[in-house]
T-cell receptor, first 114, second 114 residues
Framework: AQSVTQPDIHITVSEGASLELRCNYS??????LFWYVQSPGQGLQLLLK??????LVQGIKGFEAEFKRSQSSFNLRKPSVHWSDAAEYFC????????????FGKGTRLSVIA | KAGVTQTPRYLIKTRGQQVTLSCSPI?????VSWYQQTPGQGLQFLFE???????NKGNFPGRFSGRQFSNSRSEMNVSTLELGDSALYLC?????????????FGPGTRLLVL
């Protein structure tokens, strides 16, 4: 069965600093990988996804993520964080066959300080 | 296109009551998934419907049920509410493959059980 680990429960960064949120997954075949963001009181919004091809994926709001099969990781990065990026970030893994649901990590809460 | 809508947005119930939540997917989407989100457990999959049929079910007691109508709108019902059912209930829609496609989330229904 698939599983997702987001090792960092809470991260605080200064505005303008770079950001990396970690995500490790467990899945036997090539996974479908997603990053979602949730602002307070809101639903989840897709930031980016990886299905195949180029392992460096660009998303919205200046985010990118890199799929590293050897490390079973799909870390999210942003070169310069803005105060509006403060939110909760969820990594999720799916598969390209069958109708199994997405499996989400427990999330990383990002705080941005001036 | 209009996004995923959920009604009501907020709900307060007492223990033992039942509740029905509604989700209208994006037009053309036939798959609707439901999730329960709590601070301690994160996002937990409840069930997924496609063309009025439940295709997947998470590990929740039988008090949690759902259905989907011919227009793809979905409802979930929780009977005999318990304090632990207090959560944000999210629904998400996709065209057909919940694990292999982008899921679009609604804003959620926040349920408080007193």
């Amino acid at each position: 069965a698939q599983s997702v680990t987001q090792p960092d429960i809470h991260i605080t960064v200064s505005e303008g600093a770079s950001l990396e949120l970690r995500c490790n997954y467990s899945y036997g075949a090539t996974p479908y990988l997603f990053w979602y963001v949730q602002s307070p009181g809101q639903g989840l919004q897709l930031l980016l996804k990886y299905f195949s091809g180029d392992t460096l994926v660009q998303g919205i709001k200046g985010f990118e993520a890199e799929f590293k099969r050897s490390q079973s990781s799909f870390n999210l990065r942003k070169p310069s964080v803005h105060w509006s990026d403060a939110a909760e970030y969820f990594c999720a893994v799916g598969q390209n066959s069958g109708n199994t649901p997405l499996v989400f990590g427990k999330g990383t809460r990002l705080s941005v300080i001036a | 296109k209009a996004g995923v809508t959920q009604t009501p947005r907020y709900l307060i119930k007492t223990r033992g009551q039942q509740v029905t939540l509604s989700c209208s997917p994006i037009s053309g989407h036939r798959s609707v998934s439901w999730y329960q989100q709590t601070p301690g457990q994160g996002l937990q999959f409840l069930f997924e419907y496609f063309s009025e049929t439940q295709r997947n079910k998470g590990n929740f007691p039988g008090r949690f049920s759902g259905r989907q109508f011919s227009n793809s709108r979905s409802e979930m019902n929780v009977s005999t509410l318990e304090l632990g059912d207090s959560a944000l209930y999210l629904c998400a829609s996709s065209t057909g493959h919940p694990s292999g496609e982008t899921q679009y989330f609604g804003p959620g229904t926040r349920l408080l059980v007193l």
